[in-house]
């Protein structure tokens, strides 16, 4: 078991549902981030939480709606999705600075109908 | 933009032969890393080398770090089936502590 939980593990919903998924890190990591991967394209990151403030978000869609409540929680609300959103999301943490490495969940794979 | 770009796409081979993969890179990085991911699951960190390192070892594993060429290079010694994944090179470019930027990756088969 990895120090990083995400659920659900699969999630398949149709394009007018409102779903969440959520990831846990249990690491004492201060630094939060998704990414989404689809098939034959480069891990593309989403969202980054550093110290629970959004660091980063890369030009991603409004129906994606990125929530850190605490340093070990980070929550991706989803809604009016399409089908090409379909993909592995990666939830992953680290320790906020320059170098470390970083640790992920196993994914949810989300297909939208 | 995209920063690492690994090569070849593919790779296949046998048990016990040596597996070897690149990643070409566009601005400076503070450090380079490679991950696997075994189909359908997360990545797991392997190696992190420095950009003030040329070389390091871990187990089975070897990293290269040309910075002048902008090139990494990851050697699997003594190749298993159980290495059968993919890889890939991950930078993180001076001044963003936290913008870890992924290559493509490479389908490594190594077979029995």
């Known amino acids: 078991e990895t120090g990083v939980t995400q659920t659900p593990r699969h999630l398949v919903m149709g394009m007018t549902n409102k779903k969440s998924l959520k990831c846990e890190q249990h690491?004492?990591?201060?630094?939060m981030y998704w990414y989404k991967q689809s098939a034959k394209k480069p891990l593309e990151l989403m969202f980054v939480?550093?110290?629970?403030?959004?660091?980063e978000n890369n030009s991603v869609p409004s129906r994606f709606s990125p929530e850190c409540p605490n340093s070990s929680h980070l929550f991706l609300h989803l809604h009016t999705l399409q089908p090409e959103d379909s993909a592995l999301y990666l939830c992953a943490s680290s320790h906020v600075g320059v170098g470390g490495e970083l640790f992920f969940g196993e994914g949810s794979r989300l297909t939208v109908l | 933009s995209q920063q690492g770009e690994e090569d070849p796409q593919a790779l296949s081979i046998q048990e016990g032969e040596n597996a070897t993969m690149n990643c070409s890179y566009k601005?400076?990085?503070?450090?380079l890393q490679w991950y696997r991911q075994n189909s359908g699951r997360g990545l797991v960190h392997l190696i992190l080398i420095r950009s003030n390192e040329r070389e390091k070892h871990s187990g089975r594993l070897r990293v290269t770090l040309d910075t002048s060429k902008k090139s990494s290079s990851l050697l699997i010694t003594a190749s298993r089936a159980a290495d059968t994944a993919s890889y890939f090179c991950a930078t993180v470019p001076d001044n963003y502590g936290q913008n870890f930027v992924f290559g493509p990756g490479t389908r490594l088969s190594v077979l029995p």
């Open positions: 690491l004492g990591h201060n630094a």
């Open positions: 939480y550093s110290l629970e403030e959004r660091v």
């Open positions: 601005t400076s990085i503070n450090n």
